[in-house]
């Protein structure tokens, strides 16, 4: 059975840095593409980043490129969002989700298995 479970939301200021983590029970996980979706009350779900199977390629949605950055460790079975420079905008829920496939598809209904989201609220 699949689980991912991120970790890391809170509530800061706009401005400061938080950290996420999503933890994946995946015996193959080096062998899967990673993504960061976010999703705000009332809004679509939407891509923040991705990154492949390797880590050799990443990919960022242009509301966030320069201030996130995806990593992951394959020996821990473990993908990392950092995100700097926050801004009340990207208050939302986080969720991190798996697919087995080449590239780093930006539409959430490409992906396969999906976290249950951690919070993050950034206030002004």
């Known amino acids: 059975q699949v689980q991912l479970v991120e970790s890391g939301g809170g509530l800061v200021q706009a401005g400061a840095s938080l950290g996420l983590a999503c933890a994946a029970s995946i015996r193959t996980f080096s062998t899967y593409t990673m993504g960061w979706f976010r999703q705000a009350p009332g809004k679509e779900r939407e891509f923040v980043a991705g990154?492949?199977?390797?880590?050799?390629?990443?990919g960022y949605a242009d509301s966030v490129k320069g201030r996130f950055t995806i990593s992951r460790d394959n020996a821990k079975n473990t993908v990392y969002l950092q995100m700097n420079s926050l801004k009340p905008e990207d208050t939302a829920v986080y969720y991190c989700a798996a697919v087995g496939l080449v590239g780093i598809p930006r539409s959430p209904n490409v992906y396969k298995f999906w976290g249950q989201g951690t919070q993050v609220t950034v206030s002004s």
């Open positions: 990154i492949s199977w390797s880590g050799g390629s990443t």
